[in-house]
């Protein structure tokens, strides 16, 4: 607070106490919501009039003729002043402008400051953005979505502008005017439908209560909405309406007319100071420092929205794309063509999927499967940017049909930075399930090895793809519990730098790092390929180790099944699947047996099942940490592995029965040459703990 010129006395504590300040209040709006009531702050008494004048200007100039000497402070509620008449006027005139920009600042920081993720991937829609700007200035840090209906109150095909450069540049081109918007009851039926359309398709709503209790009431139902002036009879209808939420300024100020609108608050501050005219900024922050004004957030029902994501899936092949019996025409055209054509389209919705159900909470959730028509070779071939458009799009879509998380399939996970810029224009939380695709690999190894007969304690292990985000996490798992790792990356530099890191977690762990894989395939018994290299010849596999296990992670897989079929006695399996609890049905075929899912799908219906809808898993680095908590999580609710699988099919007990024993057989047909640094290794337990 600051002192009052050089005496050193706060302001708000020199006012004279025991004496009653009157404001009068002239509304736009018609008389029915006129009241008469005495807020008490700061051990000041002060009776708050509002008449509203239907914006009559011969009843604004009666009511100012008559009252001007009766109040302290006079307050324009959706009025500018060009609309006053010409009448000397002796008190000080507000309408709220000042405070606005301060309160409602004050408002969003301390309501995000309590709670964090309030706001956070939500959509908001401003029903007048003009007079909430401040709000909308903060919001656009927070990582919410903005609406602005300005426009569309305007009539006529006008957009819903969707930033604030949008807003300013309307307001440039004249299209905004500086006088106050007409009221949502006064539009006509054409256009209160279209805002309650946008009200429906909103999470948080901003706007004066008149305009809110306008819209039909099924567009208010488990939202949140943030206004200032509200009567307890608003508050009532805003709960039957089923308003989750209402954030306000201010706490109570009075029993039957809590909350008050900005310009009869900036009033208030103008009668207690007892100012000549509107407070300045250094007057707003002193008061509301003094009042100890903080946002008022109600809980009017209860929100328990039943917990839904969405997945983004794409052709891996040319052959996924007309497969599809809608463009089965398609296997007629030169592949490169569909590839190249396909690639346009936007994204599509394929189905809803239903029946999963948590083993913790015995609660449903629900997804939505979405596709891109690209295939990984074509957002290879284009500027990233196109991916981002469509995948962006694509959650758009997803929200709309009641997604809060979206998760990142396939190549969709990596094209460009791996997530970090779709997340920061997606509506919805994203995740590229590569923590649970950390977890399961290693589990799923884990069980092979056991399996295929290795000791658990005495185990080499191979990563290629060591310095991406899911072999770098694979690696700092292992080098904990393995004496030997060989990590394969095409970039020394970033090899080395990897190295130096992992020795310094695990100094009893041997690190190897070879930007070429050949020399030690002889000598490791695991290896794990987590790189996207859109190839079956990554690994010469003839001089794989017999009886060594081949997990490949990516998806293309880097192994075809034909290179494999040259190596009988090695165990080539994908990364692990999961089976969800409940009844899962996908409604769409997605190439795995009923109730299986690949880690990527299972992590983003696992987090809708905790209620964990923020972005978790993005970008090159993961953290081990979530790996650990994703693990737990599965078992929480209920996730289990499928088995193993190769090449889409499962592998049965007979079947690594048979490749053990060729593996045995081949063992004592060659000697198996020692690589060159590789040693024995020492005990290691589990994999995953």
Excluded at 15 to 37: C, E, F
Excluded at 385 to 392: K, W
Excluded at 456 to 469: D, K, N
Aim: proline share 7%; hydrophobic share 45%; net charge neutral.
């Amino acid at each position: 607070m600051l002192p009052d010129g050089g005496t050193g006395e706060l302001r708000v504590l020199r006012v004279t106490s025991g004496i009653m300040k009157h404001i009068l209040s002239i509304s736009a709006n018609p008389s029915q919501r006129d009241y008469t009531i005495t807020v008490a702050i700061l051990g000041q008494h002060i009776k708050v009039r509002r008449i509203g004048t239907n914006a009559s200007t011969a009843s604004i100039a009666s009511i100012l003729a008559t009252h001007t000497d009766q109040v302290d402070g006079i307050s324009l509620h959706n009025l500018a002043h060009t609309t006053l008449p010409t009448l000397p006027v002796s008190v000080p005139v507000v309408d709220g402008a000042a405070l606005q920009g301060v309160l409602q600042r004050w408002t969003i920081r301390r309501a995000l400051d309590l709670h964090p993720e309030l706001f956070r991937q939500r959509r908001v829609l401003f029903l007048n953005a003009q007079t909430h700007r401040a709000i909308a200035d903060v919001l656009a840090a927070a990582a919410a979505n903005l609406l602005f209906a300005d426009l569309v109150r305007r009539g006529g095909p006008l957009p819903v502008l969707r930033s604030l450069a949008h807003l300013d540049y309307a307001r440039a081109m004249g299209l905004l005017p500086p006088q106050p918007l007409p009221p949502v009851d006064r539009l006509s039926r054409r256009i209160r439908a279209r805002l309650s359309r946008l009200c429906e398709q909103a999470d948080i709503i901003v706007g004066s209560a008149r305009d809110i209790l306008a819209l039909e009431p099924d567009s208010l139902r488990g939202k949140m909405v943030l206004t200032d002036e509200l009567a307890l009879t608003d508050i009532a209808t805003l709960r039957q309406c089923g308003l989750a939420t209402l954030i306000t300024p201010t706490t109570p100020l009075h029993d039957t007319q809590p909350f008050l609108s900005m310009d009869v608050l900036e009033a208030i501050v103008v009668a207690v100071l007892e100012l000549d005219g509107p407070p300045t900024e250094a007057d707003l922050l002193d008061f509301i420092a003094a009042a100890r004004w903080q946002p008022a957030i109600e809980i009017l029902n209860e929100k328990q929205p039943r917990p839904s994501f969405a997945f983004l899936i794409h052709p891996i092949v040319t052959s996924d794309i007309y497969n599809n019996k809608w463009v089965r025409f398609a296997r007629y055209l030169p592949q490169r063509f569909v590839e190249w054509f396909f690639a346009f389209f936007p994204p599509v919705y394929l189905s809803r999927i239903r029946g999963i159900r948590s083993a913790a909470t015995g609660e449903e959730i629900t997804g939505v499967l979405m596709t891109l028509a690209s295939t990984p070779r074509e957002m290879l071939r284009r500027h990233p940017e196109q991916s981002y458009r469509r995948i962006t799009h694509a959650a758009r879509i997803a929200e709309r049909k009641g997604a809060q998380i979206m998760g990142l399939g396939a190549f969709t996970s990596v094209v460009g930075d791996a997530g970090v810029t779709i997340a920061r224009r997606s509506p919805l939380a994203l995740t590229s399930g590569n923590a649970l695709t950390v977890a399961t690999t290693l589990e799923t190894t884990r069980l092979a090895l056991a399996q295929m007969g290795h000791d658990p304690q005495h185990v080499r292990a191979m990563v290629v793809g060591a310095t991406g985000s899911i072999g770098a996490a694979c690696a700092r798992m292992l080098v904990r519990e393995c004496g030997d790792v060989v990590l394969v990356a095409p970039r020394p530099e970033r090899l080395l730098g990897l190295k130096y890191e992992l020795e310094a977690e695990a100094p009893a762990t041997r690190v190897v790092v070879v930007t070429d894989p050949t020399a030690y395939l002889a000598a490791v018994d695991l290896v794990i390929l987590a790189t996207s290299a859109l190839t079956d010849d990554l690994l010469d596999v003839s001089l794989l180790r017999p009886g060594a296990v081949v997990c490949d992670v990516a998806r293309p897989p880097n192994v075809g099944k034909q290179a494999a079929v040259q190596r009988p006695d090695v165990l080539f399996i994908e990364s692990g699947e999961l089976l969800l609890p409940g009844t899962p049905d996908f409604g769409f075929n997605i190439n795995l047996p009923p109730g299986s899912a690949y880690a990527c799908l299972a992590e983003t219906a696992l987090l809708a099942m905790e209620g964990r809808f923020e972005h978790y898993t993005l970008g090159r680095t993961i953290d081990i940490e979530r790996v650990k908590e994703i693990h737990a999580l599965m078992y929480k609710h209920g996730l289990r592995l499928a088995g193993l699988r190769s090449f889409g099919a499962e592998v049965s007990t007979a079947q690594i029965e048979q490749i053990r024993a060729r593996a045995a057989q081949r063992n004592s047909q060659i000697i198996v040459p020692a690589a060159d640094g590789i040693t024995d290794v020492q005990a290691a337990p589990k994999l995953l703990p």
